[in-house]
């Protein structure tokens, strides 16, 4: 069956962004608040559980068109009209988020009985966690008017300055020249995924010389962005009394600082595993030095008498559902389904945003997937990854929408999960020894992304908070500041000409309005799902029904109890870490060892 590498928009509000299905959508969300605000000032004891689901049932109207929104942004990437439909959520947005803070104060004016009461009523029994969460919450609140002006002034601030990221991305290109002396012009995000399959490393090396000055001309439109996007959320921190920037992140984790510092430890201490794995990439590159550059981290192999394989879309998804099967037949199901009712939004064009994402549609009760299909295994790799957050978003539509609002931290291990399981199909399929040296170092690379990359990132963003609470940070600081950050967490292995200023411009990451730090969350997924991967292996025919319950778990706890309750482990332990980063050095070893005939 020939498979559609487009998705299918057509059941979602007419398909367009200008259709009266959306309009309606925006009307009855409007409708939806207004009918709760208006009766909010009667409500008794007994009438919580009826507006609780009412703003559930609010959150989810609108939480479907925020996702339409962002998937039709994606895809077209520089169609002006989306900035109109934002500034019109936005507005809705507002308008729910004064609802929602008048119910966390009335949580938090209840008595401790009443609230006790409360949590033993059977309508609110499985949201109780969201509801302490919520009291707790409005204790940082200011009063009701000076709320509305800061949610008001915040969306010309940090959403405002987020969105105009977006503007300034979308209209850049730039080109490079391939191995054949063919000139080729390519949009940012076109430039980004040629960077992780290029096989030539001149023409790579052409194509990361280019992208680097690509964002180097836009650094002081850049920087500005950065420095007001940043500067908005320090402020509102401020504001709700937040003692430190990390506060708010490890808040919507629910993690604590304790477990992020112990994790980080554990990477800095198994960085040498890694430096030993890219220097003989390096070597098996063929490249100048012992030490990669930038753009080679994820540079495909080119051993002799192997030609890496490139899948073709129904080759990709016949992988991903036979092996997704074999661990759960659930998870097989869900990636068929995706792939036969086309979820997925994969073609190879320009115009469409860089990087790849799973949306939820909570009214619909379906999920949509964004990427880019080049047909590398690393490719078939990232829809896995994709299809793992869907699976994650599709044992959740059963719950109460607060029982669904899990936080990034274990999204990632879910989609993690999912991605290693690809991952090493591929490496048990090779038929050579060249062929499993590839693969292996294709799994490799994310090992690289969550110890080196992603520790980068995670070093800059602290560092340039810090200094962001006392004054703006020029672009030629940001450019230091980074390298540095690449510095210590790369432990050495970049060559010294290697290294990528202009990464915080590149990065959209760093420009997300929703979620701060959006960089240490993908460590913790990465390797929390290499336990519930080797828990996987010893739990047998049991594994499937233990994994969704956890995963329907993570709403409903902060992620310590969810690690004891499921997998009985202590993540403010080095241990379990420890254990993780393990499985990552027996890899290593093995692709060291193999890597040796090809020297």
Not at 191 to 207: C, E, T, Y
Not at 441 to 468: C, G, L, P, Q, S
């Amino acid at each position: 069956m020939a498979l559609k590498e487009t998705w299918n928009l057509k059941d979602l509000f007419g398909g367009d962004i200008e259709s009266k299905e959306l309009e309606e959508a925006f009307h009855k969300s409007d409708e939806m608040i207004d009918e709760i605000s208006n009766s909010f000032d009667q409500t008794e004891l007994k009438d919580f559980p009826k507006i609780a689901q009412k703003l559930q049932d609010a959150e989810a109207n609108l939480g479907e068109i925020s996702s339409f929104i962002g998937m039709w942004q994606a895809a077209f990437y520089s169609d002006s009209r989306v900035n109109v439909k934002y500034g019109q959520f936005q507005d809705l947005y507002l308008k729910l988020i004064q609802l929602e803070q008048s119910w966390g104060r009335k949580l938090a004016e209840l008595s401790d009985d009443e609230f006790n009461e409360l949590l033993k009523n059977p309508q609110m029994e499985s949201i109780q966690f969201t509801l302490k969460e919520q009291r707790k919450q409005a204790q940082r609140l200011l009063d009701p008017q000076t709320e509305y002006f800061i949610q008001k002034l915040q969306q010309d601030a940090l959403n405002a300055w987020s969105s105009h990221y977006e503007t300034i991305a979308s209209g850049l290109k730039t080109s490079y020249t391939d191995e054949n002396d063919q000139n080729h012009e390519v949009s940012a995000g076109q430039a980004l995924n040629l960077l992780d399959s290029i096989a030539n490393p001149a023409a790579r090396k052409n194509l990361m010389t280019n992208y680097e000055k690509m964002w180097g001309s836009a650094e002081n439109l850049s920087g500005d962005t950065l420095n007001h996007l940043a500067g908005a959320r320090l402020t509102e921190y401020q504001a709700h009394k937040y003692q430190d920037f990390l506060d708010y992140p490890l808040e919507l984790n629910r993690m604590s600082r304790k477990t992020l510092d112990t994790m980080w430890h554990v990477v800095s201490e198994n960085k040498e595993m890694l430096v030993k794995f890219l220097n003989r990439k390096a070597r098996l590159l063929k490249l100048p030095t012992d030490k990669i550059s930038w753009q080679d981290q994820s540079a495909p192999l080119d051993l002799p008498g192997y030609k890496s394989r490139q899948l073709t879309y129904e080759e990709a998804a016949d992988i991903i559902v036979t092996n997704f099967t074999k661990f759960s037949p659930k998870m097989g199901k869900v990636a068929k389904y995706a792939f036969e009712h086309q979820w997925i939004e994969a073609e190879d064009r320009p115009g469409k945003q860089p990087g790849g994402f799973e949306t939820p549609l909570p009214v619909s009760k379906e999920a949509r997937i964004f990427l880019t299909f080049t047909g590398s295994v690393n490719d078939a790799a990232t829809i896995g990854h994709e299809l793992g957050h869907a699976f994650h978003t599709m044992q959740m539509y059963d719950l109460p929408l607060w029982r669904q609002n899990y936080a990034m931290n274990v999204a990632e291990t879910a989609s993690t999960f999912a991605e290693t399981i690809i991952n090493n199909a591929n490496v048990e399929s090779a038929k050579s020894n060249a062929e499993k040296l590839t693969l292996l170092d294709a799994k490799m690379v994310n090992a690289v992304a969550m110890f080196m990359n992603i520790h980068a990132r995670f070093i800059f963003e602290k560092d340039f908070y810090t200094e962001r609470q006392k004054r703006i940070i020029t672009p030629a600081e940001l450019n230091k500041m980074m390298i540095n950050a690449q510095k210590e967490a790369f432990a050495g292995a970049l060559d010294e000409n290697g290294y990528h200023p202009h990464f915080w411009t590149s990065k959209l990451h760093f420009y997300i309005d929703g979620v701060p730090f959006y960089n240490f969350p993908y460590t913790f997924g990465y390797l929390f799902s290499l336990g519930i991967y080797a828990f996987a292996k010893k739990s047998g025919d049991n594994f499937e029904d233990q994994y969704i319950s956890l995963l329907r778990d993570t709403a409903n706890m902060n992620v310590e109890e969810l690690a004891k309750k499921h997998l009985n482990v202590d993540l403010t332990k080095e241990d379990f870490w420890q254990d993780g980063a393990d499985l990552i050095k027996q890899d290593i070893d093995e692709y060291i060892k193999l890597s040796e005939e090809f020297i």
